[in-house]
């Protein structure tokens, strides 16, 4: 396959969070059929982190991401772009890192390894499973692969998820103080905490909050006896303050629980590259034991988990190029 094939064919696998089983299996045995020695480092069940090497001592790694968010869309092209589910993130990335990793082979350079994660899009139980793999304490720079327009991320934000859950008292509603409403309760927490003002890095930029979720209730005729609301904030600073401002907002009125959190990282800058800070996180607050991190990817963040998800075939070819120079670089081949 070529590197447009190979993306189309990984897109057409699907591979949502918590079901990455198949395009682990895929990519197990068409990596073994180049060459590559290939284990499946299981993590759940129905979940397996891909690991491959060409040799016993791997310096440099490539990683990224097997699952995608909802929902599966396959995939589609034209003369300019590749569209469908993970176009961009994170499939179109793992073909770029393949066939960037089978150039440098061509050249002799075998010092490279292949990672790729399961559960990325949730909590990264995937990478925090590779975090303690053997090969890790061999690996001196990972170059993580996320949609970055193929800039060198020199730094990306921390994510913190968790759930605020309030309880009430069910009544007919035709005699509300008979009861006490936790979705009220939760409409009061969460206009406070929107107007919480979360500190800010002058490196890392804004710290924001997204309230992603609510539930609650049983019937309109019901007071509501319980809500939930899912919460997600794109952190700059450690979790602590964000943590105690949130405490002090809800003010006993709500359980506060936490999800998940990664906190900012800065990454490796290399010159020759173009450089920024993405707002988004990755799995490498997560892979401390894999050496100094990198981060690259072809594709636009801001067309990943829409309907619409697409790379430019150009910007494929062109990632393919920008990881075999980095590689070089960092090996000073």
Known sequence: MNLFELTKTLINIPSISDDEQAVGFFLRDYLGSLGWTVELQAVSANQNNVIARLN???????????DTVPPFIEASEDDEKIYGRGACDAKGIIASQIFASEALRQEGIND??????????????????????PLAAKCEFMINGEPTDNDLAIGSKGSLRFSIKTTGKAAHSAYPEMGESAIEKMLDVLADVRQIKFPNDEFFGETTNNIGLIAGGLKTNVIAPNAEAGLHIRLTTDEKPILELLEKTIDGRGELEIMSIAKPVKMLAVEGFQQKVVRFTTDIPHLSNWGTPLLLGAGSILVAH??????????????????VNLVKKLLSV
């Open 112 to 133: 490279i390894g292949l990672l790729f994660t399961v559960d990325e899009e949730q909590g990264s139980s995937g990478a925090r499973a590779a975090n303690n793999h």
């Open 56 to 66: 016993d001592t791997p310096r440099v790694f490539f990683s990224t991401h097997l």
């Open 306 to 323: 829409t309907k619409d998800e697409f790379v430019l075939k150009r910007d494929l070819e062109k990632a393919v190029g920008l990881y």
